[in-house]
């Protein structure tokens, strides 16, 4: 068995077939957590696992490129939503409503994201404030309703482990540093916080400044989790091609071979961690 700690079936990608999707997804013994990025992609993955009755659970949340801020014009995805993406003000008490679903297992995606960002000294300066504002009271969120939370972190690792530490009132025991880019300075950090470290198709790509293999080796076996983040970061023999969840196997394979253990070896572990986290 595996579980596919972050996927997006509630994303415009799936719209003509995700019950075709889940149903090979399920029948391949994988597990699935759709993950929120704007109310919207949130209800909706709300909606998909309600209609399933095991295997599919959904997490809510408003991912940092989605705040209003005024600030930054933000690129539209075609792949993530049928309607026009658009930037949202965090409406707390919308948002509890729904995470109060007994099919919602976390609070996410959520966190900072500096990639579009605006120009000026002044404004940058506005913009990261803006989102840890909206970071702080999902944060707040989630330790009122006991759940754990999926980080996403994107140019921004530093900025992140420096207001949990400022903030640790709120900052949460139980938690994932989703698609890990980081280097092994904040990868140690984040484990040190007792989080876990989520890996994607990412892992077979090349990026300055990141060594993946160096990471997978240093991250405990029992503070890993696999994930596809599908429509994206398909891995070979398929990129180019739309990424699901059947796809988490060419991740566990190479986290395996970077650990020198055996593919259930790994599956079995990471579908315990995947379990322990996020209580399914």
Known sequence: MLVDTHAHLNFNAYKDDFNKVIERTLTNNIWIINIGSQYETSEMAVEIAQKVEIGVFAAVGLHPIHLETGLVKIKNDKEEIELKTREEDFNCERYKELAQNPKVVAIGEIGLDYYWRPKTTKKKELFKQKQKDLLLKQLELAKELNLPVIFHCRMAHQDLIKFLKENPEIKPEKAVAHGFVGNLEELNQYLNFGYYIGFNGIIFKSIEGINFEENI????????????????????????????????????????????????????????????????
């Open 217 to 280: 080796r240093n991250t405990p076996l029992d503070r890993i989790l696999i994930e596809t983040d599908c429509p994206y970061l398909t891995p070979p023999p398929f990129e180019g091609q739309r990424n699901e969840p059947l796809y988490v196997r060419y991740i566990a394979k190479k986290i395996a071979e970077i650990k020198n253990l055996s593919y259930e070896e790994i599956t079995g572990i990471t579908t315990e961690n995947a379990k322990r986290l996020f209580k399914i």
